[in-house]
Structure formats: C-alpha cells, structure tokens
T-cell receptor, first 117, second 112 residues
C-alpha cells in the first residue's frame, strides 16, 4: 500500500518568508510525528499527534514553528519568518497507534529538504 | 552529554566481514530500543527492535545491556548493500513513551 508521503520534496525560500510542509500519513495510522534532521545529525523530535488528543508540541524549537492535523489525517508544519538555521530535512512519520503491543513502529516519509537563503 | 551516543564512524570493512556497532543511552527509564537504517538522502527505516534477551534477524544480532545502558548491533557476513548509516533509537520515558530519541548514526561502508 501507499506509504507516508510528503510535499514538497524540496523547498528553497528566502529568509523571513513563511513555509508550509505537508504530510500524508499511511491510511489508518492514528499517530503522526514530525522530526527534523540537520546535516550529519540525528533526528530531532518536533511534535506528536495521537488521534484527537492534544498534540505534544514540546519539541518545537520556537514559536515560529506550528503544526496542525486536520481530520486526524493530513498534517501541515508551518515555519514563519524562516531563518537560515531552519535549513534541514523535515521528516514526517506515522504509526498504527501509540506504543503498545507492537503498534509503535514508525514509518517515515521521504522528507522535505528545506533551504533558507 | 547526548541522550544517545554513537561512534559516527565510518566503519570501512570488506565484504564478508563481521562488524559491530555500539550505542549508549543516558535515560535509565527508557523501555524501547531500536536500530534504524538510513541510506544516503533517504528516510530512516526500522531495521529491528532490541529486546532485553537479545534478538537475531538473519545476519543481524541486537543486544541490550540495561545495567550499562548499552545497545549493540552485530552484522555478520557483510554485504555491499549493508552500506548505510545505522541509527540507535531509544524512547524518552518517563516523559513519553512515543517520543523517540535518535542517535546521530554510525556510518558503514562495505567494500568489494
């Protein structure tokens, strides 16, 4: 079946502009995660959505970052007033459910490569 | 100190060699442990979960030492296709079981 998809695959923007990154999780997956990965670094947790519960936003680096998940499916990560240090690969992942009984395996999308000039 | 530490490598080994990667984690409350594989410019993919008793999947063996907060991955009979970055991953209990902490990865190069 279809995996996690993300768009755009690449985004080049100017400092100060806003960007929106989109994630389509695997159908039926209730959990959705956003991470970012800077060059040569591990993944940094940003935000977690589980069903209709309030999201865990504890990983968002600043108030310029926000995310929403409409209808429990598609998610959008928005970065306002982008800075050069926001340049990274933004990865979305989904899992069947919260960690219990083997549902926690996270399946990643191909990522959006963001470059802020 | 990083929450999950790995030797970045690269480990450069010939085909057929056995290679081992180590990882240490700082959160003694962590309950879930994984190895992910990430190919160049690709997304991470789950390689295997790591269980307390140790587990094996074909040429891959994972071990967990809770006392030393140490995880290992052993690859036997290396193939060219094993060349990738291997990410050690633990969950962030007690804060949240779903939050995964990723190491920076160990790069493996298998040469002919």
């Amino acid at each position: 079946g279809a995996g996690v998809s993300q768009s755009p695959s690449n985004k080049v923007t100017e400092k100060g502009k806003d960007v929106e990154l989109r994630c389509d999780p695997i159908s039926g997956h209730t959990a959705l995660y956003w991470y970012r990965q800077s060059l040569g670094q591990g993944l940094e947790f940003l935000i977690y959505f589980q069903g209709n519960s309030a999201p865990d936003k504890s990983g968002l680096p600043s108030d310029r970052f926000s995310a929403e998940r409409t209808g429990g499916s598609v998610s959008t990560l928005t970065i306002q007033r982008t800075q050069q240090e926001d340049s990274a690969v933004y990865l979305c992942a989904s899992s069947l459910g919260p960690p219990s009984g083997g549902q926690e395996t996270q399946y990643f999308g191909p990522g959006t490569r963001l470059l802020v000039l | 100190r990083k929450e999950v530490e790995q030797d970045p490598g690269p480990f450069n080994v010939p085909e057929g060699a056995t290679v081992a990667f180590n990882c240490t984690y700082s959160n003694s409350a962590s309950q879930s442990f994984f190895w992910y594989r990430q190919d160049c410019r690709k997304e991470p993919k789950l390689l295997m979960s790591v269980y307390s008793s140790g587990n094996e999947d074909g040429r891959f063996t994972a071990q967990l030492n809770r006392a030393s907060q140490y995880i290992s991955l052993l690859i036997r009979d290396s193939k060219l296709s094993d060349s990738a970055t291997y990410l050690c991953v633990v969950n962030a209990l007690p804060d949240s079981s779903y939050k995964l902490i990723f190491g920076s990865g160990t790069r493996l190069l298998v040469r002919p």
